[in-house]
């Protein structure tokens, strides 16, 4: 059996230069194949709003259903170590909120740690989660949260100057007591500049491959998401295309009366239907 991993075994992954391997996963089946496929980590991402609610951004999720999710993810996988996303609102208003909300997850869904976006801004929120007891992960670069201020789903710290925000941001996180940071389209160079800076384990989704590991959305990977595909997303299936093709299919089929066939149908116990037959004559 898979044994989940803590804390100081993804910091000794760092030191030894193992990268550590992650999807988001939003249901039970999803978090039983990340399992079994060997994953280190899942992230129940509020990427379920756009990839599971259809949402065209992340704004709307609420904690209700990132803990809903979160749980389903948490039977799927039980022996992996498992990370809630705070979603929007759930964190921003000051650091009370922040710790209650954060709370929940590991009452109620039982992750084994919380991520949140932002730098400099959010360390009373990673401080006060921390002294609360629980592991907290930052996530800056591009983040989807405050996407609108970033001007859209863009690239980040491509400009030195704002790569030196970038990494104090990160050094801000870790002092702040994050036990991780996760780095979202980024340049490379500016990813390994903040990974060599820090203590903590730093990953990458888009940031390059000069990072600790890597996470990538789980309905990207398998092309399930059909709306946009961003430029750091490599398609390892194309799902979306398998699910169409047995979908019309099996309409087809249907319409055609070629399904069910005789091996997908219960016949009575023998000796039942003329029972029943001579009943209903009666
Ligand atoms: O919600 C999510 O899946 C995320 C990734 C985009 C990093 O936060």
Redesign the pocket.
């Known amino acids: 059996m898979k044994t989940k991993l803590t804390r100081f075994d993804l910091q000794s992954m760092k030191e030894s230069g193992k990268k550590a391997v992650w999807v ?1 996963a939003y249901d039970y089946w999803t978090a039983q194949f990340a399992e079994k496929a060997g994953m280190d980590m899942i ?1 129940v ?3 379920l709003g756009m990839c599971i609610y259809g949402y065209e951004g ?1 704004i709307p999720v609420t904690m209700d259903q990132c803990i809903y999710h979160s749980e389903a993810v948490r039977r799927g996988a039980p022996n992996t170590f498992v990370i809630g ?1 705070m979603p929007f609102l759930s964190y921003q208003v000051n650091a009370d909120e922040a710790v209650r909300n954060a709370g929940r997850f590991f009452k109620e869904a039982r992750v084994d740690a919380i ?1 949140l976006e932002g730098g400099q801004r959010v360390c009373a929120q990673i401080r006060a989660i921390s002294d609360g007891g629980m592991l907290v992960m930052g ?1 800056i670069g591009l983040t ?1 949260q405050s996407s609108g201020q970033l001007g859209g789903f863009k690239a980040q710290g491509r400009t030195a100057e704002a790569a030196i925000d970038l990494i104090e941001d990160a050094k801000a996180v870790e002092k702040a007591g994050a036990f991780s940071l ?1 780095v ?1 389209a980024v340049p490379q160079e500016v990813c390994k500049i903040i990974r060599d800076v820090l203590t903590i384990p730093v990953y990458s ?1 888009g940031a390059g491959a000069d990072a600790d590991g890597q ?1 990538m ?1 789980v309905s990207d990977i398998l092309g399930i998401f059909q709306a946009f595909t961003a430029k750091f997303v490599k398609r390892y299936a194309n799902l979306g295309e398998e699910t169409l093709k047995a979908l019309e299919t099996y309409a087809e089929e249907v319409r055609a009366g070629r399904f069910p066939e005789p091996k997908h149908t219960y016949g009575m116990l023998e000796g039942e239907h003329a029972k029943l037959m001579a009943a209903l004559k009666k």
């Open positions: 988001t992230l991402g509020d990427s992340t996303d991520k996530h989807p996760l979202e989704i996470l959305i």
